[in-house]
Nanobody, 115 residues
């Protein structure tokens, strides 16, 4: 069982920056495939970014060049650095873990981009 706890969400103005963190439990974090997803009101949950256990990254086209996903295996932390934020980035952001054929989700953290 893997538990995920997100933090770092909040209210930010358009053009601003925010960094999300996700703390994971367990002793095999370096083997977890991790990702960030988001869900805006009335919309389906969508992929934001992925990072494999080996460090390979994948981004949704909508965030390429603005968001950076990273991980600290020693601290068992996943990050999402978000720059040049837009109102369309407003959503609940979820941390995701895929390990040993199972999928785990955090409880989500709200990001609101508004002036």
């Amino acid at each position: 069982q893997v538990q995920l706890v997100e933090s770092g969400g909040g209210l930010v103005q358009p053009g601003g920056s925010l960094t999300l963190s996700c703390a994971a439990s367990g002793n095999a974090f370096s083997f977890y495939h991790m990702g960030w997803y988001r869900q805006a009101p009335g919309k389906q949950r969508e992929l934001v970014a992925l990072i494999s256990s080996g460090g390979s990254t994948t981004y949704a086209d909508s965030v390429k060049g603005r968001f950076t996903i990273s991980r600290d295996n020693a601290k068992k932390l996943l990050y999402l650095q978000m720059n040049s934020l837009k109102p369309d980035d407003t959503a609940v952001y979820y941390c995701n873990c895929q390990f040993s054929l199972r999928t785990y989700w955090g409880q989500g953290t709200q990001v609101t981009v508004s002036s």
